[in-house]
């Protein structure tokens, strides 16, 4: 694709990054076909291709409207379109580019703002959004049905976390929602780790990997919060404690692993950055199927997320290792295609996220499974949020004695 970006960004890293994506572009149209919204809406404007149309406009100078905002926030960044691409267009990395500058020209409603601040201010929080779903499970009853789906009545125990006493190390992020959403997934992994010889451990003061605000378009405060983690895992990865650090959260691992992208212009941080994403491992990069004991017997569903199999590139792992421990997966049809939870996407997107949201569930219940699994928390809460299925994550499934 041709392209003359404007004045503002054409000799910036982004501008050159931008241009080179835009570059790859044939506009060919393949990635309509694994694009969520545009299977919902039907709009090429909320398709890969004509969301690249529009940030290609804007980084050329184009006018910027509130509709263009618009078309960009409905994406989900699954980057289901990235798998299918034959070009190999980074439309992730483009996105956000596009995103920034479409945000730098436009002016969201007071309202919208609020919500989107109060979102990139609580969420990162353990203790506050802890707080605050403590508070929701007790005033649940007089929720709002949509509030209230989303506020679990129970919360599963962690259960009994092993000492480190192996000689293998590995570094677990606790995240920022999912110590108090799902406390059971970091311990269950912690578990069956040490089965196989393999302690796991939580850097104190390791917070959000910067994800949430990075993609409400709080960029540099998302770094902020990449840089604040570093400095947490530092002193374990530099010493040669831990010879990885694994991911339960699909969603923060795809986001870690590339650290070294997103803080390449930081000089203090660069290097840094790059061996924490080469380190960096989901925890089905960990186990392999010869290391799983024959535990269960059941019909599972797998929800394999968009930061796995796109994102991450990670597919068919999880499928093996429950296959391994005695599971039979059902089949699902359109496993390629994005549950709508996308972080932030399914409070900010509510109708849209419901849809993608049934669609899935629709596809995982066909084969009437037991249990639905994932690999993040974000999906899993989701899920759960609109079936009575029980939703877990594959690892606790692993668990069983």
């Known amino acids: 694709m041709q392209t003359e970006l404007a004045a503002f960004i054409r000799d910036t890293p982004e501008g050159r990054e931008a241009e080179a994506i835009l ?4 506009h060919c149209g393949f990635c309509t076909a694994t694009c969520p919204t545009y299977q919902v809406l039907g709009d090429d404007l909320d398709s890969p291709r004509g969301r690249i149309y529009l940030m290609k406009r804007a980084l050329e100078g184009a006018a910027v409207t509130n509709k263009t905002r ?20 980074r439309y992730g990395r483009l996105v956000d580019i596009g995103r920034a500058v479409v945000e730098s020209k436009t002016r969201r409603g007071p309202l919208e703002r609020a919500q989107r601040a109060l979102f990139a201010f609580a969420l990162p929080r353990t203790r506050l959004f802890g707080s605050a779903l403590r508070l929701g499970q007790l005033a649940r009853p007089l929720l709002p049905r949509r509030l209230r789906v989303k506020v679990p009545a129970q919360i599963r125990p962690a ?25 059971s997934i970091n311990a269950a992994a912690a578990r069956v780790l040490d089965r196989i010889g393999i302690s796991l451990v939580e850097g104190t003061r390791a917070g959000c990997c910067g994800a949430i605000r990075f993609h409400l378009n709080y960029q540099e405060d998302g770094r902020d919060d990449m840089r604040a983690l570093i400095d947490a895992w530092w002193p374990a990865v530099a010493s040669g404690e831990v010879e990885a650090i694994v991911m339960t959260a699909s969603g923060c691992g795809v986001t870690v692993k590339e650290y070294g992208h997103l803080l390449v212009q930081d000089p203090h941080y660069a290097a840094k950055a790059e061996r924490i994403s080469a380190i960096t491992r989901d925890i089905c ?16 569903a797998f929800q394999s997320p968009c930061t796995l199999q796109h994102g991450q590139q990670l597919r068919g792992k999880v499928e093996l290792l429950l296959r ?3 599971y039979e997966l059902t089949p699902v049809d359109d496993a390629h295609l994005c549950c709508g939870s996308a972080g932030t996407y399914s409070l900010l997107q509510p109708q849209l996220a419901g849809e993608l949201r ?21 999906c899993l809460t989701h899920l759960q949020s609109g079936t009575t299925t029980p939703v877990r994550h594959w690892i606790e499934l692993l668990d069983v004695k």
Request: glycine share 8%; charged share 20%; aromatic share 2%.
């Open 324 to 326: 391994a421990a005695g």
């Open 285 to 300: 990069e960990v186990i392999t199927p010869d290391m799983v004991a024959q535990c269960a017997r059941g019909k599972v």
């Open 159 to 183: 259960g009994v976390w092993p000492a480190a006493r192996q000689r293998r190390k590995m570094l677990a992020l606790a995240g920022c929602v999912q110590p108090a959403l799902a406390p």
């Open 23 to 26: 570059r790859k572009c044939v």
């Open 358 to 378: 049934n669609r899935k569930l629709a596809a995982l219940r066909a084969g009437a499974p037991d249990v639905i699994a994932t690999a993040n928390i974000g």
């Open 70 to 89: 618009l078309h960009l926030d409905r994406c989900l960044t699954c980057r289901a379109c990235e798998t299918t691409c034959p070009s190999g267009v």
